[in-house]
């Protein structure tokens, strides 16, 4: 099974740029879809943005416009730029990925970013 691991989170202040990595111990060319979730404290599990098919893109309405997901087949790994990071944005970010997003692996450890005002 192709374990994700999450790195590039921080401490940031509003109005900047954080660029998350998830890397992937194997080949993610059969992963039909990838995400980004992120949780804030005492909250659920949210989809920040998706990546369907290797072409089409998602977005929650709150990131549009600031947050840019990718994925790289060659280098096995997803990126997300965050952009004009806001006090809101603060939260763990994870990465899953699978067939669909009804069908994803296991969770990760996350990585924490946190924006301050």
């Known amino acids: 099974q192709v374990q994700l691991v999450e790195s590039g989170g921080g401490l940031v202040q509003a109005g900047e740029s954080l660029r998350l990595s998830c890397a992937a111990s194997g080949s993610i060319f059969s992963f039909n879809f990838m995400g980004w979730y992120r949780q804030a404290p005492g909250k659920k599990r949210v989809l920040v943005a998706g990546i369907i098919s290797g072409t089409s893109t998602y977005y929650t309405d709150s990131v549009k416009g600031r947050f840019t997901i990718s994925r790289d087949n060659a280098e096995n790994t997803m990126y997300l730029q965050m952009n004009s990071l806001k006090p809101e944005d603060t939260a763990v970010y994870y990465c899953?990925?699978?067939?669909?997003?009804?069908?994803?692996?296991?969770w990760g450890q996350g990585t924490q970013v946190t924006v301050s005002s």
């Open positions: 899953n990925a699978g067939a669909s997003v009804f069908s994803l692996g296991s």
